[in-house]
């Protein structure tokens, strides 16, 4: 049985009050295991700090937070950040996360699109950018889909245990 998008989701920017549940997310996604960076035992991240973090992307008009609510219930996230150096000031990446419940339903494409939209017509952004896991496919052929290009691959560079590597994925789109 397929999931249908759930077109009961809000896309709205984020709020303050939106930390601890977006804190929540991070912290589910990370003990996955799966899909970022950061293991559980090196993600410490305070709820003031989550807050500030927030605060600092709001304040900035070439970075911003979108989150996904369901029911009054926040179930996912993603945030656009966008480089300070003045050559690269036109680009930005992008890191996106989603309950674990609520994948498969259309939620990440919507919050994409939402963020594209953002992008194309913010007058200072013309190139969004993210990396992924090449064992992450389900997001790899949803990226695609939705216009992202592979640019790049970092071969091995994930250690994942004395044994296994992933590659992480470089992808862009022009807005």
Same mark, same amino acid.
């Given at each position: 049985?397929?999931?249908?998008?759930? *077109?009961? %989701?809000?896309?709205?920017?984020?709020?303050?009050?939106? %930390?601890?549940?977006?804190?929540?997310?991070?912290?589910?996604?990370?003990?996955?295991?799966?899909?970022?960076?950061?293991?559980?035992?090196?993600?410490?991240?305070?709820?003031?700090?989550? @807050?500030?973090?927030? @605060?600092?992307?709001?304040?900035?008009?070439?970075? *911003?937070?979108?989150? %996904?609510?369901?029911?009054?219930?926040? /179930?996912?996230?993603?945030?656009?950040?966008?480089?300070?150096? @003045?050559?690269?000031?036109?680009?930005?990446?992008?890191?996106?996360?989603?309950?674990?419940?609520?994948?498969?339903?259309?939620?990440?494409?919507?919050?994409?699109?939402?963020?594209?939209?953002?992008?194309?017509?913010?007058?200072?952004?013309?190139? /969004?950018?993210?990396?992924?896991?090449? *064992?992450?496919?389900?997001?790899?052929?949803? =990226? @695609?889909?939705?216009?992202?290009?592979?640019?790049?691959?970092?071969?091995?560079?994930?250690?994942?245990?004395? *044994?296994? =590597?992933?590659?992480?994925?470089?992808?862009?789109?022009? /807005?």
């Amino acid at each position: 049985m397929s999931k249908s998008i759930n *077109t009961a %989701a809000i896309i709205r920017t984020a709020v303050l009050e939106d %930390a601890q549940a977006i804190l929540q997310i991070q912290k589910e996604v990370i003990a996955e295991r799966d899909y970022l960076m950061s293991v559980p035992e090196e993600f410490n991240q305070t709820l003031d700090q989550q @807050k500030n973090w927030i @605060k600092k992307i709001l304040d900035n008009e070439r970075e *911003t937070i979108l989150v %996904a609510e369901i029911d009054n219930e926040i /179930v996912g996230w993603i945030a656009f950040l966008s480089n300070s150096r @003045k050559r690269l000031s036109h680009v930005g990446s992008f890191g996106i996360m989603i309950r674990k419940d609520y994948r498969e339903r259309g939620i990440g494409r919507m919050l994409i699109s939402e963020l594209l939209s953002w992008a194309a017509h913010n007058p200072f952004i013309e190139k /969004v950018s993210l990396g992924v896991f090449s *064992t992450n496919t389900r997001a790899i052929a949803l =990226y @695609k889909s939705m216009g992202f290009i592979e640019e790049g691959r970092k071969k091995k560079e994930v250690k994942v245990s004395e *044994t296994e =590597y992933w590659d992480d994925i470089l992808m862009y789109k022009l /807005v």
